[in-house]
């Protein structure tokens, strides 16, 4: 059974730094497109950042230039390093794994996590 589980997340001033942590077990996601997603209160989940089996990387405009998402495929996990935080960043953020090489409208993320909340104080 895949089971993805983020941590690393917590209250934070504005301009402080966090790292978020998705650990995945039950298959291996190293060929795999996963990424970060995040929903605020009132608002519809939104994606932060992916990154595709082979490595390369897409970030929303919003956090371009702030966080940086990598994976350690000896460990299986997918990391989120954020930046200068701004409390607009706060929100539930949750990890994803999909089933195919890219993340596209074809080919979505299948898998989830439980989500980690960032709060970010002004």
């Known amino acids: 059974q895949v089971q993805l589980v983020e941590s690393g997340g917590g209250l934070v001033q504005a301009g402080g730094s966090l790292r978020l942590s998705c650990a995945a077990s039950?298959?291996?996601?190293?060929?795999?497109?996963m990424g970060w997603f995040r929903q605020a209160p009132g608002k519809e989940r939104e994606l932060v950042a992916t990154?595709?089996?082979?490595?390369?990387?897409y970030y929303a405009d919003s956090v371009k230039g702030r966080f940086t998402c990598s994976r350690d495929n000896a460990k299986n996990t997918l990391y989120l390093q954020m930046n200068s935080l701004k409390p607009e960043d706060t929100a539930v953020y949750y990890c994803?794994?999909?089933?195919?090489?890219?993340?596209?409208?074809?080919?979505?993320?299948?898998?989830w996590g439980q989500g980690t909340q960032v709060t970010v104080s002004s």
């Open positions: 994803a794994a999909g089933s195919g090489r890219y993340y596209s409208g074809s080919s979505p993320m299948r898998y």
């Open positions: 039950g298959r291996t996601f190293s060929s795999y497109a």
């Open positions: 990154i595709s089996g082979g490595g390369g990387t």
